[in-house]
Structure formats: structure tokens, C-alpha cells
């Protein structure tokens, strides 16, 4: 089972991974407005989405749950076998969490102007560093996608949308050409394609909130 | 295995409790290394080398190859050596491990610095209180075992060593009692078995010289008052 909402990147990161595996599961739309007793039962720590459920044993955190998908499910590896390029690949995906994903919702969703470049500085530098890292590969993880690449969606399927929305630069193919050439393969991969959300609903979602913040200026 | 085709380095600073979690992890299994102490306040060409994403230790370098951020370095020493498992076996029980030890990074060390090196007042106690939810989880979460990892410690014990060592100190030097066998009986008495284990007690840093560097840090924040 998985709890989960439409527009999340880190719900979409696990839906990656089930469909790799070809592992057939129940989704549960939750309502994060009015949460589930399912969802506080099975995440009371921090009663959010993404919550994997196997067997009634509860994992919620994203990058948590992908690595115990690949750990269950052993074909289509998602993290490499050798142990430093897995220690690589954890290192990135918590490096997109902890540097990406905060900044660029930031440099987005904030009303003071200073704070908003901030954000698009930090959030650029971020996209630097994994623009070094691709390197040559087609995807993070090599010749198919690996978990960097998993935890990468928000960069290629939620930035776009938000860049958008606000006016803002940050993922262009002139900054950033290897990377934003990943971005269209990444989501054009018929794994990923069929996982990610549907694109209006969830820029709807982001403009209504990105106007009201606007508005309330 | 050689050991003279092993090179392997960690850098680090003397009162880091990420770099102490590192420490214990070698220590478990037995791994010689050479440790270099780093100064963050001039930083090393080989720091900088080694870590240039965050410029910050530890950094674990194996080979030539370096592994910056503690817990990704403690998975990566269990995988390479195989003994003394540090993470358990059962999938289930492996993602319980790494949900907890990203639990006490993401809600324990933030807070619980904060609830002593704030200086605005009501700042601190929103710290304090967070600090005090946080540790009631982990409290809960330990039950009745010795240690987080069962009969002998593990992943999240490993990740805790902050709150073992590192908390009694701040509350003490902030005249806080915040982690006191009254509020956490359980996580009270796994933190004086933690750092009383063997491998442990070897892996801390000389009590003195740390607290004597974090009250130093603690009276200059209270005096730019």
C-alpha cells in the first residue's frame, strides 16, 4: 500500500521505483488538510506522505522506502552493487534533498525579494554541482536509472513547472545542457512517464499557491 | 585482505559528533586508518579536495576515494567490512534503522543545540520543547532492548552518540534538564550503556578539552547579548 498525494515529488519517487519492479500495489489519496487515521497510525512521527506499507509494516521518507523497494524486489536494481558508488548514489539523492528541493521551492514560494534570490543562488550553485556530477552518463546511475536519478524527478518534473509559474530561470538548457538533457530523457522514460502526475492539476495546484502568497504581499 | 594495499583516512575535528560516529563504526570493526585533524577555521587543500560540495567533516577517504555526510560513511564501512554487522540483515528492519538514524539528524541535533545556543528567549524554548517531543520518540522506540540495534548496538545507536555524549554536556553548560533519567528513563540508561561499551568509550573525544571549547562558544553568545 501506498499513502500518498497527486502533486508530491517524494510520493512520485516511490511510484518510480514500485512500477521498475513491476510491483503491483493499493494507492491511497490522502488528504493532507484533514489527515487519515491510516496516515497517523502508520507515520506518527511525522504524519506526512509518501508511507510505504508491506505486509502492515509501516516506512515512511522517501529515499528510505525506494532503498527497501530495492532491497525486497532484487531485479532492476535501482542502487549499484559496488559499495562506493552505492555510498555516491546516497550521497547525491541526499544531497538533492538537503540542497535542491528546499531552495528552489524557497526561491519560488517566497514573498521577500531578497530571501528569493538567495534561494535562486543557492538553488543554481546545487544544480551545478549535479551538472558536474552527469557528467557524460545518460542518467545518474549509468546506462538505465539508479536512485540519484529517482530522487532527481523534483528536478525534472516539478522545477520546470515552478520556474514557470514564478518567472524564474533555473533549469535551462543554456545554464545547465547535460542536466536538462537528462530531464528529458528522465521523463520520458516509460517508467517514469507512466508514474509521474498529471502535468495541469498539479501546475494548477502550484500557481493557485504561488498567486494567493503573491496576492497577500 | 592486505592491510598495507588498504589506505584509508578520515578527516576530521576532535569534537565533531559526526566525525565520532565514524570513529566508533572503525573502531567495530577493527579498521586501522590514519586520522587527520582538520581546522575549519583554515581548511586543508585536502579537505577541500576530498569534500568540495560541503567543504566539511567527516570525509572518509578509502583508496583515493572519498565519502563525504557520517551515516552515508558508516553504511559504506558496514559493506565493505562484512564483521560486526553495523545494520541489521531483515530489509524491514534496515529501513526502521536508517528511518531513525535521519530522524535524530533531521529533529534531534538541530534542536537540541539550539535549545541551549539561542539567544533569544522564547527561540530557545521552542527548541527545547522540539528537543523534548524528538527524544520521547526515541524513548518509545527503544523499548525494552539494550540498545537500538538489539542485543548489541547498531545504526541508530551509532547515529544517537549525539545524544549520548554531546546533549549531557550543552544541558549542563545551558543549565538545561532536558535529557535527565526523570524525562527518559529508557534513552537515560541506553546512553550510560552506550558510552560505557567498550568500543565506544575508546571512540569518544576527551570530555574536558570538548566542554571546554562549547562553554567557551555558549559565553560568547551570551555576552553579544
Same mark, same amino acid.
Given at each position: 500500500?501506498?499513502?500518498?498525494?497527486?502533486?508530491?515529488?517524494?510520493?512520485?519517487?516511490?511510484?518510480?521505483?514500485?512500477?521498475?519492479?513491476? #510491483?503491483?500495489?493499493?494507492?491511497?489519496?490522502?488528504?493532507?488538510?484533514?489527515?487519515?487515521? /491510516?496516515?497517523?497510525?502508520? =507515520?506518527?512521527?511525522? !504524519?506526512?506522505?509518501?508511507?510505504?506499507?508491506? =505486509?502492515? !509494516?509501516?516506512?515512511?521518507?522517501?529515499?528510505?522506502?525506494?532503498?527497501?523497494?530495492?532491497?525486497?524486489?532484487?531485479? =532492476?536494481?535501482?542502487?549499484?552493487?559496488?559499495?562506493?558508488?552505492?555510498?555516491?548514489?546516497?550521497?547525491?539523492?541526499?544531497?538533492?534533498?538537503?540542497?535542491? #528541493? %528546499?531552495?528552489?521551492? !524557497?526561491?519560488?514560494?517566497?514573498?521577500?525579494?531578497?530571501?528569493?534570490?538567495?534561494?535562486? !543562488?543557492?538553488?543554481?550553485?546545487?544544480?551545478? $554541482?549535479?551538472?558536474?556530477?552527469?557528467?557524460?552518463?545518460? $542518467?545518474? %546511475?549509468?546506462?538505465? #536509472?539508479?536512485?540519484?536519478?529517482?530522487?532527481?524527478?523534483?528536478?525534472?518534473?516539478?522545477?520546470?513547472?515552478?520556474?514557470?509559474?514564478?518567472?524564474?530561470?533555473?533549469?535551462?538548457?543554456?545554464?545547465?545542457?547535460?542536466?536538462?538533457?537528462?530531464?528529458?530523457?528522465?521523463?520520458?522514460?516509460?517508467?517514469?512517464?507512466?508514474? /509521474?502526475?498529471?502535468?495541469?492539476?498539479?501546475?494548477?495546484?502550484?500557481?493557485?499557491?504561488?498567486?494567493?502568497?503573491?496576492?497577500?504581499?
Amino acid at each position: 500500500m501506498l499513502l500518498g498525494i497527486l502533486g508530491s515529488p517524494f510520493v512520485c519517487r516511490v511510484k518510480i521505483a514500485l512500477k521498475l519492479k513491476g #510491483v503491483e500495489y493499493k494507492y491511497v489519496e490522502e488528504n493532507l488538510a484533514d489527515k487519515s487515521d /491510516l496516515l497517523l497510525k502508520y =507515520n506518527p512521527v511525522y !504524519k506526512k506522505v509518501p508511507v510505504f506499507v508491506h =505486509n502492515e !509494516k509501516p516506512i515512511p521518507e522517501s529515499l528510505v522506502i525506494v532503498e527497501y523497494i530495492d532491497e525486497t524486489w532484487k531485479h =532492476n536494481p535501482i542502487l549499484p552493487s559496488e559499495p562506493y558508488q552505492r555510498a555516491l548514489a546516497r550521497f547525491w539523492s541526499k544531497f538533492i534533498d538537503d540542497k535542491v #528541493v %528546499g531552495a528552489a521551492v !524557497k526561491a519560488v514560494l517566497n514573498v521577500d525579494v531578497k530571501e528569493r534570490e538567495n534561494n535562486v !543562488k543557492e538553488t543554481l550553485e546545487a544544480l551545478q $554541482f549535479l551538472e558536474n556530477e552527469l557528467k557524460d552518463h545518460k $542518467f545518474f %546511475g549509468g546506462e538505465e #536509472v539508479g536512485l540519484v536519478d529517482i530522487a532527481g524527478v523534483f528536478i525534472a518534473f516539478w522545477i520546470p513547472m515552478i520556474q514557470e509559474i514564478a518567472g524564474l530561470e533555473l533549469l535551462t538548457s543554456e545554464k545547465f545542457p547535460k542536466l536538462y538533457k537528462w530531464s528529458q530523457e528522465f521523463v520520458n522514460h516509460p517508467v517514469v512517464k507512466e508514474s /509521474l502526475p498529471p502535468r495541469d492539476p498539479v501546475f494548477g495546484y502550484f500557481k493557485g499557491l504561488y498567486e494567493s502568497l503573491t496576492a497577500s504581499k
